[in-house]
Antibody, heavy 122, light 113 residues
Framework: EVQLVQSGAEVQKPGESLMISCKASGYSFSSYWIGWVRQMPGKGLEWMGSIYPGDSDTRYSPSFRGQVTISADKSIATAYLQWSSLKASDTAIFYC???????????????WGQGSLVTVSS | DIVMTQSPDSLAVSLGERATIKCKSSQSLLYSSNNKNDLVWYQQKPGQPPKLLIYWASTRQSGVPDRFSGSGSGTNFTLTISSLQAEDVAVYYCQQYSTIPITFGQGTRLEIK
């Protein structure tokens, strides 16, 4: 059974750094792109970027390039989303999600993590 | 960026009746090499992550009830629920994967009348 299990809720202060994780199981982690999606409170979905763990090829939305870092450790089947300096406007739920077809970058998300709520407040 | 516009923003339909949600893209999503449209539909229930319903505009994901169907091509797409069930109450999103940045519609909230 494919599962994506994300790290828990975080409360951070502006300016702090943060890394959240997405642990995959039930499939070949290296063979499927995995992406991150932001959902701000009461709002819609925004694609942030995706990574291919097999070779760490990473594609970012221009809106998020330079604001976050997406990475993956295929030895432990885990993807990461990282901030170096959080802002209050980063408050949101962040989802990781697997792309549908192995080795294909087209962004069709078939399995989703449960979401990680990040709250940034002074 | 490709702008995805859904209509309506919210919709109330009686149980057993048909629900229709539209999605319009600012550029064609038809990929000429395979004659497929790079469009997905998701369903999101409160407190849950989205669920994949339809991809390639009309291919139903495994396990999705056949009352859900997708149609359209180019810039105009439709998600149809043929006979609304209580468990279909959710927000529905379209998403294009033709061009980076990947973009979603604003969502359509579906309720029971």
């Amino acid at each position: 059974e494919v599962q994506l299990v994300q790290s828990g809720a975080e409360v951070q202060k502006p300016g702090e750094s943060l890394m959240i994780s997405c642990k995959a199981s039930g499939y070949s982690f290296s063979s499927y792109w995995i992406g991150w999606v932001r959902q701000m409170p009461g709002k819609g979905l925004e694609w942030m970027g995706s990574i291919y763990p097999g070779d760490s090829d990473t594609r970012y939305s221009p809106s998020f390039r330079g604001q976050v870092t997406i990475s993956a450790d295929k030895s432990i089947a885990t993807a990461y989303l990282q901030w170096s300096s959080l802002k209050a406007s980063d408050t949101a739920i962040f989802y990781c999600a697997r792309h549908l077809r192995p080795a294909r970058p087209e962004v069709i998300f078939d399995y989703w993590g449960q979401g990680s709520l990040v709250t940034v407040s002074s | 960026d490709i702008v995805m516009t859904q209509s309506p923003d919210s919709l109330a339909v009686s149980l057993g009746e048909r629900a229709t949600i539209k999605c319009k893209s600012s550029q064609s999503l038809l990929y000429s090499s395979n004659n497929k449209n790079d469009l997905v539909w998701y369903q999101q229930k409160p407190g849950q992550p989205p669920k994949l319903l339809i991809y390639w505009a009309s291919t139903r994901q495994s396990g999705v009830p056949d009352r859900f169907s997708g149609s359209g091509s180019g810039t105009n797409f439709t998600l149809t629920i043929s006979s609304l069930q209580a468990e279909d109450v959710a927000v529905y999103y379209c998403q294009q994967y033709s061009t980076i940045p990947i973009t979603f519609g604003q969502g359509t909230r579906l309720e029971i009348k």
